[in-house]
């Protein structure tokens, strides 16, 4: 059952696979329902998670329920706990709007809830990143997580990020970060799909950040902090939320 998965998820176009989830979620979740491990975002337990990867497949990640990954998890839990993201009146920007978001964020209604992105079904502008069609200091909320590897001048992305975002405002900047590089790696030289995947984990992916990302956020201007908040939770918790031990959310303020 897990191959099947894997091959469903891995090789499915992302807008196709979204519309296709809808009748398969509930199917799937009802297969796994179980006690072993817990999604927080919907509270649906389950015996395992699915396996989810490109070039490296990870195994007991994917929830059968929301599709949320270790870091959607992370920042639900993280958002819930320690900011008045789901209380308090806020005007917020999500870019490429994960599923596992979407639509409970749209239900929210103390969230003034807009969505962009170039390609996203789900998005409500079409925008480009690097020259977001928005008025300066218009957001209280940022949330733009996996996006910025995927973009070739990411020091516009970033400054257009601050643009935006009020003075005050919260930025979540979520990336997939490699904590044991010093420095951030590129190379535009390999073309090949395969091999870029191979390198840097998607084949669409232009960088491997390192540990200077925080101090690049920093120089364009955010206050960053590093929250290692799997660190904050119970380890039994960390286990049954099927969450990635040690991961950086880097909280970023205006």
Not at 75 to 95: C, P, S
Not at 100 to 106: I, Q
Not at 168 to 197: N, S, V
Request: with cysteine; aromatic share 12%.
């Amino acid at each position: 059952m897990k191959s099947v998965f894997k091959l469903i998820l891995n090789t499915i176009p992302r807008p196709l696979l979204i519309r296709l989830s809808y009748v398969a979620r509930p199917i799937i979740a009802f297969s796994l329902k179980g006690t072993n491990f817990t999604d927080p975002i919907d509270g649906k337990s389950f015996k395992s998670m699915l396996p989810y990867g490109y070039e490296k497949q990870r195994n007991n990640v994917l929830s059968p329920s929301t599709l949320s990954l270790e870091r959607h998890r992370l920042l639900w839990i993280y958002l819930n706990e320690q900011t008045d993201f789901f209380t308090a009146k806020k005007k917020v920007l999500h870019f490429a709007p994960e599923q596992a978001f979407y639509k409970l964020f749209r239900k929210q209604k103390n969230l003034d809830y807009t969505t962009t992105d170039l390609f996203s079904p789900l998005a409500d502008v079409k925008a480009d990143i690097c020259n977001l069609p928005f008025e300066d200091n218009q957001y209280d909320v940022i949330l733009c997580n996996h996006v910025l590897e995927h973009i070739p001048d990411d020091t516009k992305a970033m400054q257009e990020l601050y643009r935006v975002l009020k003075t005050g405002g919260m930025a979540i900047l979520q990336i997939p970060q490699d904590l044991k590089r010093e420095t951030t790696f590129t190379d535009d030289t390999i073309t090949d799909q395969k091999e870029r995947a191979k390198i840097f984990g998607q084949y669409d992916h232009v960088r491997i950040y390192g540990r200077d990302y925080f101090d690049k956020l920093r120089s364009i201007g955010f206050t960053v902090i590093e929250e290692d908040y799997t660190n904050k939770i119970a380890p039994e918790l960390v286990e049954k939320y099927c969450l990635a031990k040690g991961e950086i959310i880097p909280v970023c303020f205006k």
